[in-house]
């Protein structure tokens, strides 16, 4: 039991009286990061001058009567605008929460929940943003070494939680991200999403099939997905030496260039390369985009190189890259980039347009599949193995230990002893034959 005269020492007075004592704070970061999810942001009681105490849920709020899954205490640096929002003369309100990969997998797709506790009564108070995001799906560990897959084939437990992504069915047992592109005066609404890679690499191929909806405006142009490491290198941020990113653009008319942030940029914003100037995206028609990056060798090295392929044909390459300015810094991100802009409305579409997005993946090395993984892929729901064999949900269905963890559950990987079965894929009991 506090007395007044403590009570009067802990509050200062910077708060209203109407406002003093109150609970506020959100969650205001959910992403993956170092193998599992980072839950945090900010919370304290109006005018109090010490750490508060949170309590995460997951599935169901304390008002259910659910029991808290963690406990910090806001005490992280927070800086001054929140503590001008708190009324207090300390800059600690900051908290951080951590699921492993195992706590993932046991609370996946559960919804997030984070409570203040109010020091003077022992009670919590929701943040805002509470029950608006999803613990995410864990880190996958494909049994054939790919650093990341999201092929729908079977509807996943879990994609984006996120009001401009709808999982929509194609045909019979596969379905593809749609995305909704929403006018604003800087093009489209942003939908900027980053997911860890399950290791860091030196080099990678993203591979992805889209398709523009029969009246997609492209209109100046805007960003589609790519690879990256460190922190946020996008948005017209100054260099960072660990941050960096190498994205797709879709330009005038389908026109496609790449589109880098590294370490001796010379537009501000990020620079631009174009390549073959006869492709353009048709509206309507599915497309396989395959970006092959390579880091510089040494931070001091401009022996950077990045390709960009469309169903096969290179369109784009571009070298003497010093991407990244730290050697800890490598390919550890898939950036799921799609949004039209630009820094004016001559940038936004006329109306809200969409786009379809399906059979992601960021395999390490130089991959490049084309046609023949396009048609595995997304023609017959399969796996492209790189070597011949398209692996289709029998023979997946055989996967050794990790495939149950996939999107797709089994049916999403093949084995290194199936994929050495070529030309058929097969193992006991089990039969499906290569389409290639």
């Not at 508060?52 to 659910?66: P, T």
């Not at 999803?134 to 084939?153: A, H």
């Not at 496609?256 to 174009?274: F, K, N």
Request: aromatic share 12%; charged share 20%; net charge positive.
């Amino acid at each position: 039991m506090f007395s007044a005269l403590v009570l009067v020492t802990f509050f200062s007075f910077g708060a209203s009286s109407h406002d003093l004592g109150r609970v506020v704070g959100e969650i205001d970061r959910v992403e993956y990061s170092g193998g599992g999810l980072v839950i945090s942001g900010w919370a304290c009681q109006k005018g109090y001058n010490k750490p508060l105490s949170v309590s995460l849920y997951l599935g169901g709020s304390m008002e259910r009567g659910q029991y808290p899954v963690k406990r910090t205490k806001a005490s992280r640096v927070s800086g001054d605008s929140i503590r001008n929002l708190c009324g207090t003369h300390i800059t600690s309100h900051r908290y951080h929460f951590y699921l492993n990969y195992e706590e993932m997998q046991r609370y996946v797709r559960k919804k997030i929940y984070v409570y203040g506790i109010s020091v003077t009564e022992g009670t919590g108070r929701r943040l805002m943003r509470s029950g608006k995001y999803r613990v995410g799906i864990p880190y996958m560990r494909y049994t054939d070494s790919t650093l990341l897959r999201r092929n729908l084939n079977t509807k996943p437990a879990v994609t984006f939680d996120d009001n401009y992504l709808n999982l929509v069915s194609l045909s019979a047992g596969n379905y593809a991200l749609k995305a909704r592109y929403i006018p604003f005066v800087k093009g489209s609404e942003r939908i900027v999403k980053s997911v860890q890679l399950s290791r860091s690499v030196a080099e990678a191929t993203l591979s992805y099939d889209v398709k523009f909806d029969h009246d997609f405006e492209f209109v100046y142009g805007g960003k589609l997905h790519g690879l990256g490491g460190g922190g946020q290198a996008s948005g017209c941020l100054p260099v960072d030496p660990k941050s960096w990113s190498v994205r797709v653009i879709f330009g005038v008319e389908g026109s496609v260039s790449l589109y880098a942030y590294h370490q001796d940029r010379v537009e501000r914003c990020g620079d631009g390369y174009r390549g073959d100037s006869s492709f353009k995206f048709e509206l309507d028609t599915w497309y396989r985009v395959e970006l092959f990056v390579k880091l510089n060798s040494d931070s001091n090295n401009a022996d950077g190189y990045i390709e960009l392929f469309i169903n096969g044909a290179k369109v784009v390459e571009k070298s003497g890259l010093r991407l990244t300015g730290d050697n800890r810094v490598a390919i550890n991100k898939f950036k799921f980039n799609t949004f039209h802009g630009g820094s004016s409305t001559l940038w936004s579409p006329t109306k809200n347009v969409y786009a379809y997005f399906d059979n992601i993946s960021v395999r390490e090395g130089r991959k490049i599949y084309g046609l023949k993984g396009f048609e595995c892929e997304s023609k017959n729901n399969g796996i492209y193995s790189g070597v011949g064999a398209c692996c289709s949900s029998l023979c997946g269905a055989c996967g050794g230990a990790g495939c149950g963890q996939l999107n797709g559950e089994s049916e999403a990987c093949c084995t290194s002893e199936i994929l050495n079965s070529a030309p058929l894929c097969s193992y006991p009991d089990q039969m499906a034959p290569c389409v290639l």
